[in-house]
T-cell receptor, first 114, second 117 residues
Framework: AQSVTQLGSHVSVSEGALVLLRCNYSSSVPPYLFWYVQYPNQGLQLLLKYTSAATLVKGINGFEAEFKKSETSFHLTKPSAHMSDAAEYFCAVSESGGYNKLIFGAGTRLAVHP | GAVVSQHPSWVICKSGTSVKIECRSLDFQATTMFWYRQFPKQSLMLMATSNEGSKATYEQGVEKDKFLINHASLTLSTLTVTSAHPEDSSFYIC?????????????FGSGTRLTVV
């Protein structure tokens, strides 16, 4: 079975600092990986996705993530944090076969301080 | 881009009553939709996978008789919480897979906050 582990339930950075949100996955087959952002009382917005093409994936709002098979990781980064980046971030893996449902990590709450 | 509309955004109901939540794909056909439940400050828990024209597939531990899912058309799936109780209070989110997107296009609704009093 596939699974996702997000290291760090809370991450706090200063405005303008590097954002690094960690995600490790477990999968017996090549995975499809996603990062979503959720603002309070809202649904999820896709930041970026890895679908076996380029290992460095660029997303919206300046975010990017690198797929590293050897480390089974898909960490999310942004060079310079903005106050508006404060939100909950979820890493997810697509289960192969069947209905391709998404398996989510526990989430990481990002706080950005002035 | 693909848009999923979810209604209502919030609802308060009395214990013992039923509540229906709608999930619509506005500009694409969704043969598969997913229903998630999210408790405060927690991750999304998949409840069921809904397929147009067939019975939903429920995850282990989810009561199919309490959470009725209907996917009668390619653009609409509904979740009905029957005989709701306070413990059913939660944030419910639907997701639709755009089969027209080359690879794994999932779009989420804005969620429904259900409060049972």
């Amino acid at each position: 079975a596939q699974s996702v582990t997000q290291l760090g339930s809370h991450v706090s950075v200063s405005e303008g600092a590097l954002v690094l949100l960690r995600c490790n996955y477990s999968s017996s087959v090549p995975p499809y990986l996603f990062w979503y952002v959720q603002y309070p009382n809202q649904g999820l917005q896709l930041l970026l996705k890895y679908t076996s093409a380029a290992t460095l994936v660029k997303g919206i709002n300046g975010f990017e993530a690198e797929f590293k098979k050897s480390e089974t990781s898909f960490h999310l980064t942004k060079p310079s944090a903005h106050m508006s980046d404060a939100a909950e971030y979820f890493c997810a893996v697509s289960e192969s076969g069947g209905y391709n449902k998404l398996i989510f990590g526990a989430g990481t709450r990002l706080a950005v301080h002035p | 881009g693909a848009v999923v509309s979810q209604h209502p955004s919030w609802v308060i109901c009395k214990s013992g009553t039923s509540v229906k939540i709608e999930c619509r794909s506005l500009d694409f056909q969704a043969t598969t939709m997913f229903w998630y439940r999210q408790f405060p400050k927690q991750s999304l828990m998949l409840m069921a996978t809904s397929n147009e024209g067939s019975k939903a597939t429920y995850e282990q531990g989810v009561e199919k008789d309490k959470f009725l899912i209907n996917h009668a058309s390619l653009t609409l799936s509904t979740l009905t919480v029957t005989s709701a109780h306070p413990e059913d209070s939660s944030f419910y989110i639907c997701s639709a897979r755009d089969t027209g997107t080359p690879v794994y296009g999932y779009t989420f609704g804005s969620g429904t906050r259900l409060t049972v009093v």
